[in-house]
C-alpha cells in the first residue's frame, strides 16, 4: 500500500494541479483532503485550459477514481457546475468521483459571512468562498454534512437551527437582512437526487483500496504557510494543507504515508494579506506577475510576488516531512538578469535561527540573499535536467542545497510535455 502526499509547501498556487495531473498517469486514485472551492487548480491539455475547484485533477484519467475526502467544504452549487463542465467534455465521471458522506457542506450563509466579515479593517483577504465560516461551524458541531441532504427531515432541522442564529447574527451585529430559510430549503432540495450517486463512506473505500495495494495520491489545496496550525496565522487558511491533514482529511493513517512530495514556485507568490520577507513591490515584481500570469485561478486577484524563500521552504519541509520537491514555473525565471534567493532572516541586527510564524516578527524580518546570473535564454522545450542552461542547473542546485529537499520534478511550462523528472 502506498499514499503519497501532494502538497503546496508555499502561500498556495505552486502549480499542484499540473503535477497532480502528471503523476496520476501512475496512480489508481486520488483524494483530496482539506479547504474547498477556495482553490483553483488549473491543468492544460493540448491547447486547452481547465480550472478544477474541488474534483481532484486526476478526474482527466480514465483509470483514475478520484475522492472528495471527509476533510474538504463543499459548496453544492460549485461542484455541480464543475461535474457539468466535465460531462460538457464528455468526461464519464460516474463511478469515478466519490464524496465522503462526512463532508461538511458550505451554505449561503457561510459566503454571506465570510464577505461580510472580509468588510471589516482587520480584514485576511479570503477568497469569499465561505470557507472560515463553514469550518466554524463544524467545529462547533452544528455543521451540515453532505450525508444530511439525502434526508430532507434532517437537513431541514439543522437548517433551521442554523438559520435561526444566523439571522441574528446578521441582523444584531451586521445590520444584515435575514436569510429566507425556505429560499435555501428550495435551492439545496434539488441537490439529493444529483449528488447521491457519488456519496460514499470514503474512508473505508480509501482503506480497503490500500488492501488492494491499490496506489493514492493525497492531494492538498493551497499551502503549508496557509495552515490553520501551522502558517502565517491569522493570514491563513482554516484548514491544515499540511501533510498531517491528509491523514485527518481522509481517514488514513499516517504509517500508510509512503512520500510527501512538496511543490514549490521557483520564485514565491502571496494572494491575500499577510506577511511576506521576500515580495518584491517594483518593478521586477510586476515583471513576474506579468511574465508568471500571477493572478488568482478563483479570484483573479493580482497575486504578490517575490524571491524564493529557502527559510520558509526548510520550515515548511520540517513540518510536512518533505521527501522530494517539484519545483514548478522556472521558465517564469527565463528572461532575468539577475536572480536572488533568500538564505536566512535577520531580526533586529541578529540573525534569526528558527522560521518565525509569528505574523509580527515575520513582518519585521529583513532577508538576506544570494545572488544569481540569469541564464537568459529559454528552458520551455527542455526535456531533460541537462538541457537546461547551466545558471538554471546552478539555480536548481542552490534550492536543493538551502532546503535540503531533492528536486525531483523540474516544470517548465504549463503543457504537460513541459515537464522533467529528474530521477
Ligand atoms: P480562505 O481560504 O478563502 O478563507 O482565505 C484565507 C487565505 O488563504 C487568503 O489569504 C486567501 O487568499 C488564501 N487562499 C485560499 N485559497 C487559496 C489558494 O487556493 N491559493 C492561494 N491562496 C489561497
Not at 503523476?23 to 493540448?46: E, F, K, M, P
Not at 536572488?340 to 515575520?362: A, F, Q, V
Not at 545558471?391 to 534550492?399: G, H, K, V
Request: charged share 25%; hydrophobic share 35%; net charge negative.
Amino acid at each position: 500500500m502506498a499514499v503519497k502526499i501532494i502538497v503546496g509547501a508555499q502561500w498556495g498556487d505552486e502549480g499542484k494541479g499540473k503535477i497532480v495531473d502528471h503523476l496520476s498517469d501512475s496512480v489508481d486514485i486520488v483524494a483530496r483532503y482539506q479547504g474547498g472551492a477556495n482553490a483553483g487548480h488549473t491543468v492544460v491539455i493540448g491547447e486547452k485550459q481547465y480550472v478544477l475547484h474541488l474534483i481532484p485533477s486526476g478526474i482527466f484519467h480514465e483509470h483514475v477514481t478520484c475522492v472528495i475526502g471527509n476533510g474538504v467544504v463543499i459548496d453544492p452549487i460549485a461542484l455541480m457546475d464543475e461535474i457539468k463542465q466535465l460531462r460538457s467534455l464528455n468526461i464519464n465521471i460516474t463511478g469515478r468521483l466519490l464524496i465522503s458522506h462526512n463532508a461538511h457542506l458550505i451554505m449561503p450563509y457561510h459566503k454571506l459571512l465570510d464577505s461580510i466579515r472580509e468588510k471589516s479593517s482587520e480584514k485576511i483577504g479570503t477568497t469569499g468562498r465561505g470557507i472560515g465560516p463553514a469550518y466554524i461551524d463544524k467545529f462547533m458541531r452544528v455543521g451540515i454534512k453532505i450525508v444530511d441532504l439525502l434526508d430532507r427531515d434532517t437537513f431541514v432541522h439543522k437548517l433551521k437551527r442554523n438559520i435561526e442564529e444566523k439571522n441574528q447574527i446578521l441582523r444584531k451585529i451586521y445590520d444584515n437582512p435575514e436569510l429566507d430559510i425556505n429560499e435555501i430549503v428550495h435551492e439545496y432540495e434539488q441537490f439529493d437526487k444529483q449528488i447521491d450517486e457519488y456519496i460514499t463512506d470514503t474512508a473505508l473505500f480509501l482503506n480497503n483500496a490500500m488492501k488492494e495495494n491499490k496506489n493514492i495520491l493525497a492531494e492538498g489545496a493551497q499551502g503549508a504557510l496557509l495552515d490553520i496550525d501551522h502558517g502565517t496565522y491569522p493570514f491563513v487558511t482554516s484548514s491544515n494543507p499540511t501533510s498531517g491533514g491528509a491523514c485527518t482529511g481522509l481517514g488514513v493513517p499516517p504509517t500508510a504515508v509512503s512520500s510527501v512530495l512538496g511543490v514549490v514556485k521557483a520564485y514565491t507568490t502571496r494572494v491575500g494579506n499577510g506577511p511576506f520577507p521576500t515580495e518584491l513591490e517594483d518593478e521586477t515584481g510586476e515583471q513576474l506577475r506579468t511574465i508568471g500570469g500571477e493572478y488568482g485561478a478563483t479570484t483573479g486577484r493580482p497575486r504578490r510576488c517575490g524571491w524564493f524563500d529557502a527559510p520558509m521552504l526548510r520550515y515548511s519541509a520540517m513540518i510536512n516531512g518533505i521527501t522530494e520537491i517539484a519545483v514548478t514555473k522556472l521558465d517564469v525565471l527565463d528572461k532575468f538578469d539577475q536572480l536572488k534567493i533568500c538564505t536566512g532572516y535577520i531580526i533586529d541586527g541578529k540573525p534569526l535561527k528558527s522560521y518565525p510564524t509569528d505574523s509580527r516578527t515575520l513582518d519585521k524580518v529583513q532577508p538576506v540573499y544570494l545572488i544569481f546570473d540569469g541564464w537568459k535564454s529559454s528552458t520551455r522545450s527542455a526535456k531533460d535536467i541537462n538541457d537546461l542552461p547551466l545558471n538554471a542547473r546552478r539555480y536548481l542546485d542552490a534550492i536543493e542545497e538551502l532546503t535540503g529537499c531533492k528536486v525531483t520534478i523540474v516544470s517548465v511550462g504549463a503543457r504537460r510535455d513541459q515537464t522533467i523528472f529528474t530521477k
